[in-house]
């Protein structure tokens, strides 16, 4: 079961990619010769209006192929003729539309289940917050400057903490209006293996999930807010991972492909369904969100054969004034993708031998 979660999960993202690579195209008056989901032997085809529509074997991968993109063209209709301004947009459109993806359902699950404020709901006794002066009610505002958005983007700070840290921080918070701002150093708790500053955030229902005694329904906009937030979040987090990971300040081995998340979707389905069907069709929605804005930054990187590394030779043809040969531009996509596709597999391998 799974697996198949797994396969629709990215199948849906890439469709989602590809397509928006596709409309904009068409909307550029740029020609699509085929849309693709998945990538190897054709399983099933349907022309439509000159472009082929395509379902592939591998259902990891997908493309949008339009005419004339590794070659130099006066046609039109043809990529390498259009407009800088229209190919940026027509490559941009993927990660976008992957944004896209998981704004609506981040902002989906928020409606339903419900967010942790940035409010304060309870101070523990003898903790950082208690002795610094943080009451009940508190907003935080700022951390060492940085504006905090959500109770996630809070707690993500103190988890990135090593053990023998020894590092305080300034905490600004606003009460009644005012801003007033704390100094505090954070407790390592070896039961959760984290720092704790010793607070609990208020929470706030789904507008639309049942009702718990005690807790308020959230707002429209305060939801809205909250899941565009969430995806802010995810973006920041993943961009963070992909720094660390090409400064070597994480290892390959923290890296996982679609073969390593399938069982993390099956542990996640499996704690779901022990609930209910509703929480396992947020579960897994909330995994398309993640994996989706992961995809979208994954997309933008400034590497050949990726949506970024095009956008990167868009930028070169905009200071040297002229285009680069398409063609030239094609081996390095191509030898890119060579690259790409030889690291997926490293990947690949190492995910079965985690798994087995």
Not at 209 to 235: L, Q, S, V
Not at 326 to 344: Q, Y
Request: with cysteine; hydrophobic share 45%.
């Amino acid at each position: 079961m799974s697996l198949i979660i797994t396969i629709l999960i990215f199948g849906f993202i890439i469709l989602i990619h590809e397509w928006g690579h596709f409309i904009v195209a068409r909307k550029s008056g740029v020609f699509v010769e085929e849309f693709a989901i998945g990538m190897g032997t054709k399983l099933w085809s349907k022309e439509k209006n000159g472009t082929l529509y395509s379902i592939r074997l591998f259902p990891l991968g997908g493309y949008c192929k339009m005419k004339d993109e590794d070659t130099a063209s006066d046609d039109p209709d043809s990529f390498s003729n259009a407009t800088m301004p229209k190919k940026f947009a027509i490559i941009f459109a993927g990660a976008f539309m992957n944004f896209v993806l998981a704004l609506a359902i981040f902002i989906g699950i928020a409606f339903f289940s419900g967010s942790a404020t940035t409010t304060v709901r309870e101070v523990s006794d003898n903790s950082p917050a208690k002795e610094a002066g943080i009451q009940s009610g508190d907003i935080i505002y700022e951390v060492d400057g940085k504006r905090i958005r959500s109770f996630e983007d809070l707690t993500f700070k103190f988890s990135r903490l090593t053990p023998d840290t020894n590092k305080s921080f300034d905490i600004t918070i606003k009460r009644d209006g005012e801003k007033l701002s704390f100094n505090l150093m954070p407790q390592f708790d070896e039961a959760t293996n984290r720092y704790l500053i010793g607070i609990s955030p208020v929470l706030k229902n789904g507008l639309f999930a049942k009702d718990i005694d005690g807790i308020e329904k959230n707002t429209f906009f305060r939801t809205i807010r909250d899941g565009y937030f969430n995806m802010i979040f995810t973006i920041k987090v993943t961009i963070i991972g992909v720094v660390e990971l090409f400064t070597g300040q994480i290892g390959l081995d923290q890296m996982m492909g679609p073969i390593g998340i399938t069982p993390v979707i099956d542990s996640q389905y499996e704690s779901a369904m022990q609930v209910s069907v509703g929480a396992t069709i947020l579960t897994m929605l909330n995994i398309m969100a993640l994996l989706s804005a992961n995809i979208g930054v994954f997309n933008l990187l400034p590497i050949p054969a990726l949506d970024g590394g095009r956008i990167v030779f868009l930028f070169i043809e905009l200071l040297r004034g002229k285009p680069i040969s398409p063609e030239r531009e094609g081996v390095v996509h191509f030898v890119g993708f060579v690259l790409l596709m030889g690291f997926g597999i490293f990947i690949a391998f190492k995910d079965i031998i985690n798994i087995f």
